[in-house]
């Protein structure tokens, strides 16, 4: 038993375990303490001193959020003294701070524009800086960081060492020279920034955002002589709804296609059928290296053992960057988005009898990395840039509200086809743990003629959002014939989110711990895609939960719930691409990966 | 992008220190970049990156390190670097003047480099010598009581 405190909190009479914080005990109890630098996902920072509270006998204030309650006390969190602290940090960080609400991304979602509403600042006690200091770095393919709104709460800092093992953001001089900017204070794009977002998804303010894709969608639905299509990935259909004040883990999927309509897409995909192909394709590469090691007796090194996924375009620049020695056993495989895109002006456009040139490939991810994943070089298979345009769910957001369509009150629609139906393995890949069991019901069906023995398909060890999980299946008893070798097998699948996660696990696989591993699955972002740099703000692991819980209680009702079920999966290698890791497969369907230095 | 490296006895030297357990992260960083500033005069780009890789500490937060102390450059300063202390007790004590003399002597101000790469001149916070102000401290040796005579006096002994 944990060892428990008397306090009395605003005069209520309580008991705490010890170590509790100020600030935990009062969310407990529903009393309110303002917060700007603590963070549900950051260890405690203690830097804006937002939350400070009164308690009895210590003549200074308390931040609530670092201050652990080890012995009797007695906290006052609405005294005269607490209520003109807090107003006075405020009014200094709003002097310092220059940004037009009225033109700023977060207008309506900010931290400090409410707690400047909820203290009712009307006027600027410390005066008002109106000239920028900094200028707006939007060098990135993904991240543009407005120095002038930061605040210096540091959550981004913490962010980008903590859970993503980057560490490009920090801190720089001190006193009243502090200011969070990035190694050497270089453009972000000569940093190791891995586009990831989750910076974008913990800053309170303005201060990080998106690279703009809007404009460029707006302007091309409004060319008569462009076809306009549009992949949507599943994490925003779970995820968008908050934007239009529905609680977290609403599913929106068939109202957004309602709304995409609206506003003038010419069709509208469903990425998860290109999630499918992904499966095949990846599992197909899985089986031939387990081929290679059990038949031909090549060592797993050699044959690219464990294969490691590679959907995730952060954890591929991450990769690239830290760990390029095992790129080798990285998944050709390319992510869904950029399989469809590549599909999208070959296969759609012949068949449609358009014109690639004039097709424009729009995509809705979860996530800002895709915006650099598809300006890489490699991306240009069909002949033409794969995916023209990443819109990130608060980017489309923004552009539902713009055009006038209430989401939320709209009636619902279909996917377009060809490209419109994918499986429920398909839709899985949104959460963590996800992609590994899509690759598992597929594999395993295919090793076996059976399916996966889990209830409902659902492969549960594989799911939920610890940090590094290692799965093992059951004992394969019984092969389909060709596959006999697979008897007896007991395989195990490795899976990370976050990229200090990912790092844990090669570092296990560096020191040889993951010797009886298949395959590893990595996504950049806590959560996996549910938790992308593109999603609504805040982000929390109870909101992360609430989209995880849409995500699988969807694929429950799909009418197809493995890969290789999809008919419309068939179709495409029947009509067009052969068979998966055969030769059009390979030119469309798979990329390479390229050493990154480690030098800025 | 920087080109180059850290040097192999360096390199070692700090890998060594890593490998120490329980050394808290703040003597590591600190050792490991006084030896670096030993060695180049002033802490390069690329040797905070490298510091990074063989430490496991992020970037930014050597970065943030090598900002905080004022002992550390991140531009490569003259022969000698020449600390003049500027916190309360050396300041009431004159160090104006002093900083004065110096300033008039060579033509250059504080936190800058003399054109012939001799001196590189900056203020610091407390040294621990404020009964003994002002106080000035060069190459790690420290002078107190200075004068505006004695201080150019002393400067001179150093080529
Ligand atoms: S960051 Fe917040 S307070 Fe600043 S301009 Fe934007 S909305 Fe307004
Ligand atoms: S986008 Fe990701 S890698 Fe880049 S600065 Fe933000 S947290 Fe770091
Ligand atoms: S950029 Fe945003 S998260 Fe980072 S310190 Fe500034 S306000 Fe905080
Ligand atoms: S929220 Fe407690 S110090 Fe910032
Ligand atoms: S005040 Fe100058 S040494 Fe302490």
Redesign the pocket.
């Known amino acids: 038993m944990a060892e428990m405190v008397n306090v009395r909190i605003n005069g209520i009479e309580t008991e705490v375990e010890k170590g509790t914080t100020i600030l935990q005990l009062a969310r407990k109890l529903n009393i309110y303490v303002p917060t700007l630098c603590a963070h549900p996902d950051l260890r405690q920072a203690g830097a804006c001193r937002m939350c400070v509270v009164e308690v009895k006998g210590m003549r200074t204030l308390q931040s609530a959020c670092s201050f652990p309650i080890t012995s009797e006390m007695d906290i006052f969190t609405t005294t005269a003294k607490v209520r003109k602290v807090r107003r006075d940090i405020l009014a200094l960080l709003l002097k310092n701070h220059v940004g037009e609400c009225q033109t700023c991304k977060r207008n309506g979602n900010c931290e400090l524009q409410r707690l400047a509403a909820e203290f009712g600042l009307h006027d600027y006690l410390y005066g008002k800086r109106t000239e920028r200091r900094y200028s707006v770095d939007d060098t990135g393919y993904a991240i543009v960081r407005d120095p002038d709104k930061c605040i210096n709460c540091k959550r981004c800092v913490r962010t980008c060492s903590d859970i993503q093992a980057v560490g490009v953001l920090g801190t720089l001089y001190r006193g009243a020279d502090t200011k969070v900017t990035t190694f050497m204070e270089k453009n972000i794009a000569e940093t190791l920034c891995v586009n990831c977002g989750q910076c974008i998804n913990r800053c309170p303010t303005g201060a990080l955002t998106e690279k703009d894709a809007t404009s460029a969608v707006w302007e091309a639905l409004e060319d008569p002589n462009k076809h306009v299509v549009i992949q949507t990935a599943p994490a925003p259909r779970a995820a968008i709804g908050e934007l239009f004040g529905l609680p977290a883990g609403t599913s929106m999927t068939k109202k957004m296609n309602t709304a995409l309509r609206l506003m003038g897409f010419d069709r509208i995909f469903d990425t998860n059928t290109s999630a499918d192909l992904t499966i095949m394709e990846e599992g197909t590469e899985l089986l031939i290296k387990l081929k290679k090691v059990y038949i031909e007796g090549m060592s797993k090194d050699e044959a690219g053992l464990p294969g490691i996924t590679s959907c995730s375009p952060g954890w591929i620049k991450w990769i690239e960057q830290f760990y390029p020695e095992y790129l080798p056993k990285l998944s050709t495989a390319k992510s869904p988005q950029q399989m469809f895109g590549a599909l999208v002006k070959t296969y759609y456009a012949q068949k449609m009898g358009i014109d690639p040139a004039n097709i424009v490939s729009v995509s809705l991810m979860p996530c800002t990395a895709k915006k650099f994943e598809c300006e890489r070089p490699e991306m240009r298979d069909s002949g033409y840039k794969d995916v023209d345009y990443v819109l990130t769910t608060r980017e489309l957001g923004a552009m539902i509200k713009e055009a006038g369509i209430d989401l939320p009150n709209l009636p619902e629609s279909e996917f377009d086809s060809p490209l419109g139906l994918g499986s429920g393995a398909g839709l899985i890949f949104g959460a963590t743990g996800g992609v590994a069991e899509a690759a598992a019901r597929t594999i395993w069906y295919i090793v076996t003629g059976e399916n996966v023995p889990m209830k409902n398909l659902e492969v549960v060890p594989l799911r939920g959002f610890e940090g590094v999980k290692i799965a093992t299946l059951p004992k394969i008893e019984k092969t389909a014939p060709g596959w006999e070798f697979m008897k007896g097998i007991v395989p195990k699948i490795a899976v990370a989110h976050g990229l200090a996660n990912a790092k844990k696990l090669m570092d296990m696989l560096k020191a040889g711990e993951l010797e009886d591993v298949f395959c590893i699955e990595v996504m950049a972002c806590p959560g996996g895609c549910l938790g992308g740099g593109g999603q609504p703000q805040p982000t929390s692991p109870e909101i992360r939960e609430a989209r995880m819980k849409a995500i699988y209680e969807e694929d429950r009702h799909l009418p197809y719930r493995q890969s290789h079920e999809n008919p419309y999966v068939h179709q495409l290698y029947e009509e067009f691409l052969g068979e998966p890791m055969g030769e059009l497969s390979h030119k469309l369907l798979h990329t390479h990966y390229c050493r990154r230095s480690r030098r800025m | 992008m920087s080109t180059n490296e850290l040097t192999r006895q360096i390199k070692e030297e700090i890998e060594e220190l890593s490998r120490k357990r329980n050394l808290p992260r703040h003597t590591l960083l600190m050792n490991s970049l006084h030896r670096i500033q030993e060695e180049y005069g002033y802490i390069p780009d690329f040797a905070m990156q490298e510091l990074s890789e063989i430490t496991g500490i992020a970037p930014a937060e050597v970065n943030a390190y090598v900002s905080f102390y004022h002992f550390f450059s991140t531009e490569p300063t003259g022969r000698h670097k020449v600390w003049f202390?500027r916190?309360?007790?050396?300041?009431l004590a004159g160090k104006d003047q002093i900083v004065k003399a110096v300033q008039d002597r060579f033509g250059v101000k504080m936190g800058q480099t003399t054109p012939d790469g001799r001196f590189t001149f900056a203020f610091t916070n407390?040294?621990?010598?404020?009964d003994k102000?002002?106080?000035m401290l060069i190459d790690g040796e420290t002078y107190t009581k200075l004068t505006p005579e004695k201080v150019l006096e002393i400067l001179e002994k150093y080529e």
């Open positions: 202390c916190t309360i007790s050396c300041h407390c040294m621990g010598m404020c102000g002002p106080a």
